[in-house]
């Protein structure tokens, strides 16, 4: 199966700095990339995802790019705000059908804090 | 648009007894929904994927006997924690995708059960 792996575990940066979270997966056969935000208690929010057929994305400050060689992708967050503090998660996901279609599966997670 | 709702927010039951947790999506219909689990500080957990009008199907190590999900209409899917134990406190989430979105496999995520077993 899938297997994702998430780097760093933590992050803590400078508001107004640049956040950059990586990760990487093992399936070649995944072709959906989303990234959550979720806040203490609260549901996984989608902020940003990629599908294999394209290389970057980029929504105001929030960025994805996805290197489908090297097999990994990376969320970039820039001019960070307090209130992007949260926990982040990468996923894969493998969308040709079947009874694997849509399962995601999730990286390990990143506690970023963004300090005033 | 997109909603997916999950009631009860939060529960507590006596080890022993059994808990439902309901999931619908309100504005879209969900041919499939999963089911995750989440335990304090950690990643979400792939339990079971839900079929309407089909039985589930569980992750490895999910023990479908304990954990019975129902999938009865494309608005509502149900999980089942039978005879809870104090080690099934948890945070269980359920997700959905949209049959009529032009990308179906993006999930929903509804706000999510917290369980607690005394």
Redesign the interface.
Known sequence: GENVEQHPSTLSVQEGDSAVIKCTYSDSASN?F?W?KQEL??????II?I?SNVGEKKDQRIAVTLNKTAKHFSLHITETQPEDSAVY?CAA?W?AGG?S?????????TILTVHP | GAVVSQHPSWVICKSGTSVKIECRSLDFQATTMFWYRQFPKQSLMLMATSNEGSKATYEQGVEKDKFLINHASLTLSTLTVTSAHPEDSSFYICSARDLAAFRTDTQYFGPGTRLTVL
């Open positions: 959906y989303p959550y208690g609260k549901r996984p929010q989608l995802d599908r998660f996901s969308g009874t279609y849509g399962k995601l599966t999730f990286g390990q997670g």
